[in-house]
């Protein structure tokens, strides 16, 4: 069974920065693709950013330059670290990745930007 256990939201000024974590298991970590995905109530969930097994990243347009995606293989965890912040970035963001034939997400966590 594959556990994903987001945490590091909470309350940040426009401006500021997020760090999150996600705690893997379950999953052989090392060659499993990884994402970040947010999103706000009444729209889809937007991929953030993603991480393939030899750390090769990619991003949304609307983060580029401002997330950066990491992964700790030893530790099975993985990090969206962010500055910059805006209004815009308020959402529940999901870590997420696909094992055993399907998607797996974990809670989520959430990260509200004030103005």
């Known amino acids: 069974q594959v556990r994903l256990v987001e945490s590091g939201g909470g309350l940040v000024q426009a401006g500021g920065s997020l760090r999150l974590s996600c705690a893997a298991s379950g999953v052989n970590f090392k060659i499993a693709r990884m994402n970040w995905y947010r999103q706000v109530p009444g729209k889809e969930r937007e991929l953030v950013a993603g991480?393939?097994?030899?750390?090769?990243?990619s991003y949304a347009d609307s983060v580029k330059g401002r997330f950066t995606i990491s992964r700790d293989n030893a530790r099975t965890t993985l990090h969206l670290r962010g500055n910059g912040l805006t209004p815009e970035d308020t959402a529940l963001y999901y870590c997420?990745?696909?094992?055993?034939?399907?998607?797996?997400w974990g809670q989520g966590t959430q990260v509200t930007v004030t103005s």
């Open positions: 997420n990745t696909r094992y055993y034939g399907r998607d797996w």
């Open positions: 991480i393939s097994s030899d750390g090769t990243t």
